[in-house]
Structure formats: structure tokens, C-alpha cells
T-cell receptor, first 112, second 117 residues
């Protein structure tokens, strides 16, 4: 089955700096890679996703890149703000498999 | 659209009792529901996949007799934690696959914080 690894486990940045979180996956058939932001005790919130037919996707301060050959994808947050502080999870799945596997999570702290 | 309503949000039960958690798809039909468990400061771990009208598929290490899953209709899936013990205390969350504007994704319930005392 799919195995997703996520690094780093914790990340602390100054407000305004960029933050990068990286994930690797094992199943070359995976074709959907979402990123979720989770605040304590709440459901994961989708912040951006990418499908295997594109290499990069951007939404304002958030971008995701995908390298299918290397089987890794990354989340980039620019101009970080204190409200970006949360735990971020990457995930990977493919259409016919249905279920989704999560990375271990990254606790991002943005210091004002 | 594509909302999954999960109840209860919090439950405290005594050791040895059973607790039922419900997930309802409000405006779509969920043929498949995924159940995750999340311990403090850890990731979401898939417990089982429920399919409407058939038996659930459990992940390795998850006791099917302890975590009973029922998916009797296209809009309701339930997880029952039987004979709960303190080590079952966790955050349980369901997820359904959805189709939005021709593309598919996932939507999550709001989660259930279970505390077994």
C-alpha cells in the first residue's frame, strides 16, 4: 500500500518568511496529492491539492509542486502570517484505490 | 455543498461500555466512508473503509469486532467502539470521497473526541 513520509515534523519561521514542507510517497500509481491544515481538535481543512497531470499549482501565498519521477511533492507558503500556525498534513491516493494515506504532519509555528 | 455531519463531537464514556459515532452525508450520497483515528500530536491513521451494503474493510491491526462499522444507507455510516477502554480514547473522524466540478476529492466530518474513563 501507499506510504507517505513528511518532513520536517516541526518548523518555526519568522513572520514574513517562507515555509516549505516536503513529502515523499511510495506508490507510483498515486495521482492525487492534497495538503490539509488542521487546528487542534478540528477537522483537516483542504488548503490546496494537485493532481498528477500538473507539476505545480498556486493559490495566492500557497503553492504545491509535484515531481512524479522522484515521487515527492512539496508545500510552499510565502509571506507567512501568525494565523498560518497549525499542523499541516500531506496525503496521497489514487482514484481506484479510494482510501487516502497521510503523512505524519508538520507543526508550523510562525513567530510574530 | 458536500458536507459530512459527524456526531457526537465529544463523548465521555465509562470503561466497558459502547459508543456509537455517526457520519451523515447531507447533500450527496457516500457509497464509501473512511474512518480515521488520530491520537494526540499524531497523524490520521486509516482504520477502515466502509462501503454501502457490504462489509467494511479493516486495516491491519484494527480489531473488527471492537470497532463495528455499519454503512446501511448511502447517507449514513456508523462506527461503534465496543467495550471501550481508556486506550481507545482518541479523535475519530470520518471522510467521504466527493466529486466537485468534475474532479474528485475528499470531505471530512468534524470529528469525535472520545474519552474513556
Amino acid at each position: 500500500g501507499e506510504n507517505v513520509e513528511q518532513h520536517p515534523s516541526t518548523l518555526s519561521v519568522q513572520e514574513g518568511d517562507s515555509a516549505v514542507i516536503k513529502c515523499t510517497y511510495s506508490d507510483s500509481a498515486s495521482n492525487y496529492f492534497p495538503w490539509y491544515k488542521q487546528e487542534l481538535g478540528k477537522r483537516p481543512q483542504l488548503i490546496i491539492d494537485i493532481r498528477s497531470n500538473v507539476g505545480e499549482k498556486k493559490d495566492q501565498r500557497i503553492a504545491v509542486t509535484l515531481n512524479k519521477t522522484a515521487k515527492h511533492f512539496s508545500l510552499h507558503i510565502t509571506e507567512t502570517q501568525p494565523e498560518d500556525s497549525a499542523v499541516y498534513f500531506c496525503a496521497a491516493t489514487y482514484y481506484n484505490n479510494n482510501d487516502m494515506r497521510f503523512g505524519a504532519g508538520t507543526r508550523l509555528t510562525v513567530k510574530p | 455543498g458536500a458536507v459530512v455531519s459527524q456526531h457526537p463531537s465529544r463523548v465521555i464514556c465509562k470503561s466497558g461500555t459502547s459508543v456509537k459515532i455517526e457520519c451523515r452525508s447531507l447533500d450527496f450520497q457516500a457509497t464509501t466512508m473512511f474512518w480515521y483515528r488520530q491520537f494526540p500530536k499524531q497523524s490520521l491513521m486509516l482504520m477502515a473503509t466502509s462501503n454501502e451494503g457490504s462489509k467494511a474493510t479493516y486495516e491491519q491491526g484494527v480489531e473488527k469486532d471492537k470497532f463495528l462499522i455499519n454503512h446501511a444507507s448511502l447517507t449514513l455510516s456508523t462506527l461503534t467502539v465496543t467495550s471501550a477502554h481508556p486506550e481507545d480514547s482518541s479523535f475519530y473522524i470520518c471522510s467521504a470521497r466527493i466529486r466537485v466540478q468534475g474532479a474528485w476529492g475528499y470531505t471530512f466530518g468534524s470529528g469525535t473526541r472520545l474519552t474513556v474513563v
